[in-house]
């Protein structure tokens, strides 16, 4: 278990969150969710890639997104992710989350 | 809407495992050539190695998401099982002997347990069976008695009865032949008033009970017949009701089917209603106290001690009112119809329901004891699949699927014997065991030894792992590696545990014992006769034809004189009531310069005999005379009375003079209950009525031709009982065609004397043989945990041994230490038990005949077979001690 710890997102949850909010534009693949998360945090949360899959695998289960098997521009077969209206909701829920927890770090960050 | 996506994609994951496996490949190599693609940064070929260090590890993330999926779950149940199979495999004689043992547990435990639930426990099928009384007159000075109709109508009558019952019914009993088709056939018959099935509080299975307007004299004749008879005469044909039968001649309409169980009283077979009933005579006397059922039922919160009390006043207002027949008869007792239809099975079903959960526990102990050895002798393995990373959680799951399955194989095959086991008891005659017929295995029972033995298989099976895997692995492999003492409170523990189950086997073993010496003694109780050879047929002639006691004594002599001749047969005799048939009636007795009242338990049985009698049983006169042929011709003024007798009104003196009053006591005659005069001219040795091991009863005998009973007993000696049958039945309807018998042996007219007294025994047999076997499973169990123990200290104690041959310990002396280990277990365990079966034995008192809690002969047999057993579990193990190489002992493997 303590291998693991070290390879995870700075904030629990951040990446689901993340994940959902880039679904948000539209049916994405793999591959195109990492480069959108990539930039969207300017390289500030830094991941591995890798670790994307086992949260997209948790974010399948739990309904907030589905996915289905299409082809690219370029004529090859990718696996493409959709949000659900339950994931919508829930990226709503963990955003507002989010922000609470953020406030809550700079009050201890300020005070030390 | 979304969690119904999660479900639908969870179960896409777990019914396509390969595609879901090639998916996540294929989606991490597009994601993987991407990148390097996109990483090229315009050099010419793609950067694999830096998409590769961007996305991580392969393995780790695929097996993340796998983690995710929830197939890792999936992984290492499958593992475990495959682990499961092939540690099975390796030790087969382990799981064998632990699956067998708790199948052995489970199933003896729940088929036994079911039994008893079913048979003692279990409400009859009677609406609240716990409130349902049979209802007795009591004398002050004990004697009990049945009451009669017209008393049962007084007490229905007085208000301090109605408040105390919320219903008392009277039954009255007969024998009645039913006729269908050809078969003619006696069967019992009950004849109510219609409040008798709502007091009873049964429900018909079929049609419907008895009503008011069945009792009107217009009414036809209706009949509500037992499940059984239904079953047994009619097929079971669901269109009996309406249907007309013929009941002593005369045309009834079965109007309702009696459910199963449900017969009260239990002799019955069919219930009709009792204004209906011809012998009106025997329910307006008042003296008549036989053939007959009072029942009542309690009011709620009224016990019975209350209800006797509300009785004394009617009770006392009778005897004032009717001395002659109720004068000291002032308070009642009751008998819950529950105990009455079980009668004396009780200590019995306690016994061995007692000796089963001592073989359940017996059989938790070992499994436990084999799953110990079974953790440390794994200890090893565990510490080093520890050492390689396996999680703490991982191992003890494996262990806990070990033993979960070890105990699912052993529960199935547990419950399987059960079912047949408890179909074959089904099979048992009610005779022995009274509503078996209906038992079926018990969820609930069967559901709690299955928790004991998952209990204990997971206690067992999991506490080692805990354990193993709690203790610094480094240790355990060490350990492991010298064999030195390191798992002293597990070998402990497990010592303990086979001790336990020494003393559980001796408990079983000393209670088998002691049953066997009860029956030993029983059986060996002199009968007063002599049974070999001896059959009895019993003959109704029809009243039609032999309603006088003239003519039917005429036909009982040509009966005797037809069988004479009968080839094989040496002598032939007659009773009314055989011994040993549960049948018999009583007289009073008055007994010259003794006032009436010091008779009080004085009711004697009554008996009508031929002259031939004596010889014809073998009995032996003890002072006097015997009747004579004169005595048969002209009976007068002669008695003859058992022993018992004699020395209840005479003791130490000569009864042979003496004056006595006794009664006519066949019911159907019109002279029933008039005094009988008459002098002893002779005393017998006692005969056994009942069985062995009930003292006979005070017992007098009359000439047949004094009063001659309407049905007839004939008693015949033959040199080859079972043979005998077909001349005899060729001689009896030889006499007179119309006294019909059945055409085979097993008919209830005909009887083998000797197969009659061997049932007396059936019962005490039964719990013997199942104890008996109770306790070689037990001591089988025992002698596996022993040597289980020992082999395992042996192999704990290499090292040991190997330095003390070093320094000079014979083979011998080791040899014996190995055995004296197991000699000192044995000890606690025999030491144990006994203060275990001596406790147990009080407590199956009920079941011992002549024979007390401490007899020692048992305790004696059961200890020394126990050190043979243990001797034995122990040989080989020394055997290998005492060979050990002490050189390779010492060095360790």
Sequence with gaps: MAKSSSRRELVPGTLDMLVLDTLTLGSLHGYAIAQHIEKLSEDVLRVEQGSLYPALERLLRRGFVTSKWGETPTGRRARYYTITASGRKQLGEEISEFDRAMLAINRVMRRV | ?893
């Design chain 2, 1 to 893: 809407m979304s969690r119904l996506d999660g479900w639908r994609h969870r179960l896409r994951v777990l019914l396509g495992r390969e595609g879901y496996e090639r998916n996540l490949d294929d989606e991490i190599r597009f994601h993987l050539e991407l990148d390097s693609k996109q990483q090229r940064d315009g050099r010419e070929r793609p950067d694999v190695m830096s998409a590769r260090r961007r996305f991580g590890s392969v393995a780790y993330h695929k097996e993340e998401t796998r983690r995710m999926a929830g197939l890792d779950l999936l992984d290492q149940a499958g593992q475990d099982v495959r682990h499961l199979f092939r540690g099975l495999r390796r030790s087969p004689a382990f799981a064998v002997v632990a699956v067998l043992t708790l199948a052995l547990g489970i199933g003896l435990t729940t088929s036994v347990m079911s039994i008893v639930d079913h048979v003692l426990l279990q409400s009859l099928p009677f609406r609240d069976a716990g409130r349902l009384v049979t209802v007795f007159e009591r004398q002050d000075g004990g004697a009990a008695r049945l009451p009669s109709y017209p008393t049962v109508q007084d007490w229905q009558r007085d208000p301090a009865v109605r408040a105390a019952f919320d219903g008392l019914t009277f039954i009255r009993g007969d024998g009645v032949v039913l006729a269908n088709g050809d078969s003619r056939e006696t069967i019992g018959a009950s004849y109510v008033t219609p409040d008798f099935f709502a007091i009873l509080g049964a429900r018909p299975e079929l049609g419907r009970f008895l009503g008011p307007d069945d009792e009107l004299a217009s009414a036809p004749d209706a009949a509500v017949i037992a499940h059984s008879l239904w079953v047994e005469k009619f097929g079971g044909d669901p269109r009996i009701i309406g249907r007309r039968i013929s009941i002593d001649s005369v045309p009834a309409t079965v109007v309702g089917v009696m459910p199963a169980g449900a017969s009260y009283p239990t002799f019955s077979s069919v219930w009709s209603p009792l204004s209906h009933y011809k012998k009106t005579d025997q329910i307006t006397r008042r003296g008549l106290h036989a053939d007959s059922r009072t029942i009542a039922r309690l009011k709620v919160g009224i016990d019975s001690a209350r209800a006797a009390s509300s009785m004394r006043s009617i009770e006392a207002r009778l005897a004032a009112e009717y001395p002659a027949e109720q004068a000291r008869w002032t308070s009642v007792a009751f008998l819950p119809v529950r105990s009455e239809i079980l009668g004396n099975i009780q200590p019995m079903l306690m016994t061995l329901a007692g000796a089963v959960g001592v073989v359940l526990l017996l059989a938790c102990a070992n499994v436990g004891n084999l799953l110990l050895a079974r953790a440390s002798a794994r200890s090893r393995e565990l510490a080093v699949r520890s050492a390689l990373g396996a999680s703490r959680g991982r191992i003890v799951r494996q262990l806990f699927t070990e033993s979960v399955a070890l105990a699912l194989f052993g529960g199935v095959l547990g419950t399987a014997f059960a079912v047949v086991a408890v179909n074959l008891a089904r099979k048992l005659p009610s005779s022995r065991l009274p509503r078996v017929e209906e038992v079926a295995v018990d969820a609930r029972v069967l559901a709690v030894a299955f928790s004991a033995s998952i209990l204990t298989a997971l206690l067992c099976g999991i506490w080692p792992a805990v354990r193993a895997t709690r203790a610094s692995s480094g240790a355990s492999l060490r350990v492991g590696a010298s064999g030195s003492v390191g798992t002293r409170s597990e070998s402990k523990l497990r010592r303990s545990l086979v001790a336990v189950q020494f003393a559980l086997a001796l408990m079983l073993l000393v209670g088998a014992g002691l049953l066997l010496e009860s029956f030993r003694r029983v059986a060996a109780v002199p009968l007063g006769f002599d049974p070999r050879g001896l059959v009895t047929v019993r003959v109704a002639p029809p009243a039609s034809r032999y309603g006088k006691p003239e003519g039917a004594a005429a036909l009982y002599a040509r009966l005797m004189d037809a069988l004479r001749a009968v080839p094989g047969v040496q002598d032939v005799g007659l009773i009314q009531h055989f011994p040993f048939t549960g049948s018999g009636i009583y007289t009073p007795i008055k007994v010259d310069g003794l006032a009436s009242q010091d008779s009080a338990s004085g009711e004697v049985f009554y008996r009508t005999v031929s002259d031939t009698y004596l010889k014809t049983m073998k009995m032996s006169v003890v002072t006097g005379r015997w009747f004579s042929a004169d005595d048969i011709r002209s009976p007068g003024g002669s008695f003859i009375i058992n022993e018992t007798l004699a020395k209840r009104y005479w003791p130490g003196q000569s009864p042979i003079g003496r004056r006595v009053v006794i009664h006519r006591s066949s019911q159907g005659r019109a002279d029933f209950g008039q005094p009988l005069d008459g002098t002893i001219v002779g005393v017998v040795a006692d005969v056994h009525q009942a069985s062995q091991d009930v003292a006979p009863n005070p017992e007098i005998y009359v000439p047949y031709t004094l009063e001659v009973w309407p049905w007839v007993t004939l008693v015949v000696r033959t040199r080859d009982a079972t043979k005998a049958f077909p001349a005899i039945a060729r001689a009896v309807t030889s006499v007179d065609p119309s006294l019909w018998l059945h055409n085979d042996a097993t008919a209830a007219g005909f009887r083998v004397v000797d197969e009659t007294i061997s049932q007396s025994l059936e019962q005490r047999r039964f719990a013997m043989s199942l104890v008996g076997g109770f306790a070689a499973c037990a001591l089988l169990l025992s002698a596996i945990g022993m040597y289980g123990v020992i082999a395992y200290g042996v192999e704990q104690r290499r090292r040991e041994i190997g330095v003390r041959k070093a320094l000079g310990a014979t083979d011998r002396n080791v040899a014996s230490l190995v055995v004296g280990e197991s000699l000192r277990v044995a000890a606690v365990g025999v030491v144990l038990g006994c203060v275990g079966a001596w406790a147990g034995a009080r407590l199956i008192r009920g079941m011992l005949y002549d024979t007390g809690p401490a007899d020692p002969l048992p305790y004696v047999v059961t200890i020394v077979v126990l050190a043979v057993v243990s001797l034995v579990a122990s040989y080989v193990p020394a055997r290998r001690a005492s060979r050990l190489d002490a050189t390779i002992a010492i060095r360790g493997d």
